[in-house]
């Protein structure tokens, strides 16, 4: 669509993620994500591995959903991963309740970091990337109204800086 875009920065979202991690100690990290025919989680993906990770060992794709979470978790944490990012926060909570079901409890058995921040998850322990999600909707609007009053916006993409929220889902290894 020839229209200007806006999102997050996918990369710096994972880069923050990953330094967090490794700053706790660990290095087998994984990353559960959604289907690659979406573009955030093809940038995820590549950011990912980017910093060293192997797409084949250290990557889950499923769904954006808490079952999809569930399922990456379960075979991220079997094949030896001890902290893992997910593309949502709604996958990192399936995957927090598929592993207390295994016996195994964030962060004293494994780190898990979401992505999104969405306001409900000031309700939980979720270490999570936060969307800058105010600024992204004030350029969108603004470049909204200029096309609606005829003036020439550019058809670029905006990319926007997340921020780390440190909760209670991360620990040292």
């Known amino acids: 669509i020839d229209a200007p ?4 920065s996918d990369a710096a979202g994972i880069q923050l993620a990953v330094d ?6 660990h290095e087998r990290i994984g990353l559960a ?3 690659p025919r979406y573009l955030p989680t093809k940038r995820k993906i590549e950011a990912f591995t980017e910093l060293g990770f192997s797409e084949e060992d250290s990557v889950v794709s499923t769904e954006y959903t808490p079952d ?6 379960r075979r991220l944490l079997q094949s030896g991963h001890t902290a893992i990012v997910c593309g949502s926060d709604v ?3 399936g995957l927090q309740r598929e592993a207390e079901r295994q016996g195994l409890r964030a ?3 494994f780190s898990v970091i979401g992505y999104d921040d969405s306001p409900i998850m000031r309700l939980t322990n979720l270490t999570t990337v936060r969307q800058p999600v105010n600024p992204i909707s004030e350029a969108a609007v603004s470049a909204l ?3 609606i009053e005829g003036d020439d916006v550019p058809s ?5 800086d997340p921020d780390l929220t440190i909760r209670q889902s991360t620990g040292p290894l």
Do not use: I, K, N, S
């Open 5 to 8: 875009f806006f999102c997050t």
């Open 20 to 25: 967090h991690l490794r700053d706790l100690g």
């Open 33 to 35: 994500v959604g289907q």
């Open 68 to 73: 999809g979470g569930a399922r990456a978790g």
């Open 91 to 93: 996958m990192a909570l």
């Open 107 to 109: 962060p004293e058995d």
């Open 145 to 147: 109204l200029q096309l």
């Open 156 to 160: 670029v993409e905006q990319l926007f």
